[in-house]
């Protein structure tokens, strides 16, 4: 059976999202991170809080992780943002977030809805956390799944 991943995602797909994130980061001491997994009973931004803590989110330095949750086969995605953030950022950045990122899923162009948002939330998290000579990677750049 073929892993959530690769049911959304080709693996140069995949790469691609990961070079994002890293490329966001580089200019930014904020974390960003993309979930995927199967399904989602409850409201994926419920899940999305759920999965934020067990993965450290919660754990950086300045508050300012943010995970792009996505519930494949229940076609369910959210955005999530940890307290540093959300103090900082407009009041509807996560929702013009998240229209992005539906225009291009609602067109099956998922990797490129994903690099959309990683992109926003990176300019975002630049603005209000410029990445500093002492800044290190806190969590890893990869998709996680469950």
């Known amino acids: 059976m ?3 991943v690769e049911d959304f995602l080709t693996a140069e797909e ?3 999202v990961v070079e994002a ?3 966001a980061e580089l200019k ?3 974390e ?3 979930h995927l997994e199967r399904t989602c009973d409850e409201e994926a931004l419920e899940r999305a809080k759920v999965l934020f803590h067990q993965l450290k989110m919660d ?3 300045e508050e300012n992780g943010v995970l792009i949750y996505v519930a494949v086969d229940a076609k369910k995605f959210a955005i999530c943002g940890d307290r540093g953030i959300n103090k900082v950022v407009p009041d509807d950045f996560w929702q013009s977030t998240k229209d992005l990122m539906q225009t291009e899923f609602k067109n099956r162009k998922f990797k490129t809805g994903l ?3 990683i992109t926003s939330a990176g300019e975002q998290l630049a603005h209000f956390f410029p990445w500093d000579d002492d800044d290190i990677n806190e969590l890893s750049d990869e998709i996680s799944t469950s």
């Open 14 to 16: 995949e790469q691609e």
């Open 21 to 23: 994130i890293r490329q």
């Open 28 to 30: 930014t001491s904020g």
């Open 115 to 117: 690099v959309k948002g």
């Open 32 to 34: 960003i991170r993309v």
């Open 59 to 61: 754990n950086t330095k």
């Open 2 to 4: 073929a892993s959530v």
